[in-house]
């Protein structure tokens, strides 16, 4: 199992420098990857290549670019500079975001969403391959039928025409699409005593392309928080999953709030939802349980962590994410250096 970072957005504690110096730290301790988000702050390919510009040997992967704010060529055109930029080092990680942002910030109806994702991958990887891209889709007409436009291909050479793309995805049939159609799997939530299931809608996808789950990138977020005190660090995690469990989506439509769910904790979601919703966040946070947090996150001593460590290769993780919840990127630089360790303490580490 490999070591990324996930740095998520631009927040209230961290600046453009913060970043690049915690990206920076994650290419000399050996981290295979850095992701930057995206929603309706910072962009991604932007902070994407800046730290490229700044790092030798890590991978630079999107975790995510939104489907709804680009056109697919426009993201193949993305991924191709961002990969000759860095070497080919680009990972394009690609999610439909959710309705709230989908139609309220990009204009973009959400119907559909698997269908929208098989059809922009095709048309992004026949551009990174320079066919001459010409799509008659649901979504996607290329080039429009009743105009001067004609199909075109990519005007430069990619360094790669194989830019590993991974899919966010939450629910069992996006898990079945990553499987079929993508390199890899960005997950959120990911619980090692869950894993079978999730893995195995995964697995079903990679059957149906005819293939199997060699080369597979399952690569989750986990929060990491480390010190003596399990249940003391697991409170600067509880926004967080308040956040996504009560507030990212609406009451009818909320991914994550049926994921919680679907790992046994429907009761606490519900609960969270409508605190959340009632726009009670911190009694929200409150409700969050520990134990959900606990399968969730990595918590507690560096031994402790190493153990998690162990638990997630197990469960058929390859590439481990860490999110470092702390006040400032000196704390999370720290926090860095300590799974590095757990990591060498484990023995799962490539």
């Given at each position: 199992m490999r070591l990324g970072l996930s740095l998520g957005y631009q927040t209230a504690w961290?600046?453009?420098a913060d970043h690049l110096a915690m990206a920076r730290e994650a290419d000399r301790l050996g981290f295979s990857v850095?992701?930057?988000?995206?929603?309706?702050?910072?962009?991604?390919?932007?902070?994407?290549?800046?730290?490229?510009?700044?790092?030798?040997?890590?991978?630079?992967?999107?975790?995510?670019?939104?489907?709804?704010?680009?056109?697919?060529?426009?993201?193949?055109?993305?991924a191709a500079t961002l990969d000759a930029l860095s070497g080919g080092r680009f990972r394009l990680g690609l999610g439909v975001s959710g309705p709230q942002v989908s139609e309220g910030w990009h204009g973009v109806r959400f119907g559909k969403p698997?269908?929208?994702?098989?059809?922009?991958?095709?048309?992004?990887?026949?551009?990174?391959?320079?066919?001459?891209?010409?799509y008659d889709g649901e979504y996607y007409t290329l080039p429009l039928p009743d105009g001067p436009g004609k199909a075109l291909k990519l005007g430069f050479h990619p360094v790669r025409d194989d830019v590993p793309i991974y899919l966010a995805a939450v629910g069992p049939r996006n898990l079945e699409l990553a499987g079929e159609i993508a390199d890899g799997w960005l997950a959120v939530f990911y619980s090692p005593e869950h894993a079978g299931e999730l893995l195995a809608s995964i697995g079903a996808g990679r059957a149906k392309a005819g293939k199997d789950m060699t080369a597979?990138?399952?690569?989750?977020?986990?929060?990491?928080?480390?010190?003596?005190?399990?249940?003391?660090c697991a409170e600067p995690v509880r926004s967080y999953a308040a956040l996504y469990i009560g507030g990212m989506g609406s009451r009818e439509k909320n991914f994550y709030n049926q994921l919680a769910t679907r790992m046994g904790f429907g009761d606490a979601a519900r609960e969270v939802q409508d605190l959340y919703l009632d726009k009670r966040q911190r009694d929200a946070a409150a409700a969050v349980p520990l134990e959900f947090i606990d399968r969730t996150a990595l918590l507690g001593p560096v031994d402790r962590i190493a153990e998690g460590l162990?638990?997630?290769?197990?469960?058929?993780?390859?590439?481990?994410?860490?999110?470092?919840?702390?006040?400032?990127?000196?704390?999370?630089?720290?926090?860095?250096?300590?799974?590095?360790?757990?990591?060498?303490?484990?023995?799962?580490g490539e």
């Amino acid at each position: 199992m490999r070591l990324g970072l996930s740095l998520g957005y631009q927040t209230a504690w961290t600046t453009p420098a913060d970043h690049l110096a915690m990206a920076r730290e994650a290419d000399r301790l050996g981290f295979s990857v850095v992701w930057v988000a995206e929603a309706y702050g910072s962009d991604a390919p932007t902070m994407l290549a800046w730290i490229a510009g700044q790092t030798s040997r890590i991978d630079v992967g999107s975790g995510i670019m939104q489907i709804p704010a680009r056109t697919p060529a426009m993201t193949a055109m993305t991924a191709a500079t961002l990969d000759a930029l860095s070497g080919g080092r680009f990972r394009l990680g690609l999610g439909v975001s959710g309705p709230q942002v989908s139609e309220g910030w990009h204009g973009v109806r959400f119907g559909k969403p698997l269908t929208r994702t098989r059809e922009y991958v095709e048309i992004v990887r026949a551009a990174l391959a320079r066919q001459t891209v010409s799509y008659d889709g649901e979504y996607y007409t290329l080039p429009l039928p009743d105009g001067p436009g004609k199909a075109l291909k990519l005007g430069f050479h990619p360094v790669r025409d194989d830019v590993p793309i991974y899919l966010a995805a939450v629910g069992p049939r996006n898990l079945e699409l990553a499987g079929e159609i993508a390199d890899g799997w960005l997950a959120v939530f990911y619980s090692p005593e869950h894993a079978g299931e999730l893995l195995a809608s995964i697995g079903a996808g990679r059957a149906k392309a005819g293939k199997d789950m060699t080369a597979f990138d399952v690569v989750p977020t986990v929060p990491v928080v480390v010190g003596d005190d399990v249940a003391m660090c697991a409170e600067p995690v509880r926004s967080y999953a308040a956040l996504y469990i009560g507030g990212m989506g609406s009451r009818e439509k909320n991914f994550y709030n049926q994921l919680a769910t679907r790992m046994g904790f429907g009761d606490a979601a519900r609960e969270v939802q409508d605190l959340y919703l009632d726009k009670r966040q911190r009694d929200a946070a409150a409700a969050v349980p520990l134990e959900f947090i606990d399968r969730t996150a990595l918590l507690g001593p560096v031994d402790r962590i190493a153990e998690g460590l162990r638990t997630y290769a197990a469960a058929g993780v390859t590439t481990l994410s860490v999110s470092c919840f702390a006040g400032d990127a000196d704390s999370a630089i720290a926090t860095m250096r300590q799974v590095a360790d757990a990591l060498d303490r484990s023995g799962v580490g490539e």
